[in-house]
């Protein structure tokens, strides 16, 4: 009976369901603060560019619905005797009770072809949704997973509108990115001092075999951040002096935070101390100054990653 009960312990961990990594919500993640549903901005400057991605998260608190619409103006809720909705150049959908996400779009009160995914959601859950932009369509990631590519019906620059409704508590939602060259190399304005944080939003390729961030002080490499799929491991360390400095990684217990044909955002928080490194707002590393943080000056990305967004706070 002992050597059975051993036997479903260990089947137990390592084929039954995996417990869901914490999130961590402070100012250093933004999830500490909320925005009001409905949700209705307008996007500001140059509109959606091709490149640019547009990121809704938040947790789920019904069991009805929720939608976010991408619409060519602020006439989004049908009143009764009112004026006729905006065109929703593309509308998201969410069927939280029936398990499913749709897809459409609705010009000059016409719907046109519906497209759907199997998605189960239920109370307290938190989501990402995420809408990149490519002249042609748009590329829709649930869960950091591409589940849909949408052709646009008119051009994407009639879009000026982004709206969320229904049974959702919104963290944030932002737009950003570009195309960008890698290998990546920026210069950080002011150095990355205490309290600064590094946001890099990427895309893992199919057969990626490893990306590297480097930060730099001048000549000296400061930190090395490695990624390497085929060993799961993310390696820190430092070359100074043109000597390479000891090498950590994350312990045999911790999960690899990085999927291949998945996005990621990871958050890099300069500490008095220490870097904190935090992979979709889940902790998962740290990496103690070695020269102090206010010299480092210059950012380098290179390897198997296609960026998605860069950008300093």
């Known amino acids: 009976v002992f050597a059975c009960l051993q036997m479903a ?12 990594r914490l999130t961590r919500k402070d100012s250093i993640t933004g999830r500490n603060k909320t925005l009001g549903v409905p949700y209705l901005s307008r996007l500001e400057g140059n509109q959606l560019q091709p490149g640019q991605s ?3 998260r938040g947790v789920i608190t019904g069991t009805d619905s929720f939608v ?30 029936k398990n499913r996400i749709c897809f459409n779009a609705c010009v000059d009160g016409e719907w046109g072809k519906e497209g759907a995914i199997k998605q189960h959601y239920k109370v307290n859950d938190e989501f990402d949704l995420r809408i990149r932009c490519f002249d042609d369509q748009f590329h829709i990631y649930v869960e950091h997973r591409l589940v849909a590519k949408f052709a646009h019906y008119v051009p994407m620059n009639n879009i000026s509108h982004v ?20 290998p990546y190399a920026a210069d950080i304005p002011g150095n990355f001092y205490s309290g600064r944080r590094l946001f890099v939003s990427g895309l893992v390729p199919k057969g990626a075999k490893q990306f590297t961030i480097d930060f730099y002080a001048n000549a000296e490499l400061a930190c090395r951040i490695k990624a390497v799929f085929p060993t799961k491991k993310v390696l820190r360390t430092s070359r100074l002096n ?19 044909k998945q996005t990621f955002d990871l958050l890099i928080f300069c500490s008095e101390n220490k870097f904190e490194m935090l992979v979709n ?20 990305i290179e390897g198997d990653i296609s960026l998605l967004g860069v950008h300093l706070k």
């Open 68 to 97: 976010v619409n991408l619409t060519s103006g602020p006439i989004v809720e049908a009143e009764e005797g009112g004026e006729i909705l905006d065109n929703r150049l593309l509308s998201i959908r969410c069927d939280i009770s």
């Open 163 to 182: 709206y969320v409704n229904g049974d959702v508590m919104l963290y944030g939602v932002s737009w950003e990115g570009k195309f960008y060259s890698v």
């Open 281 to 300: 707002d889940c902790p998962f590393a740290s990496f103690d100054h070695r020269i102090p943080a206010n010299q480092i000056n210059k950012l380098s």
């Open 9 to 20: 312990s260990f089947l137990r961990r390592f084929f039954g369901p995996k417990k869901p």
């Open 242 to 260: 043109d000597r390479w400095g000891p090498e950590e990684r994350l312990g045999v217990d911790q999960e690899f935070p990085f999927k291949r």
């Open 54 to 56: 547009l990121i809704v």
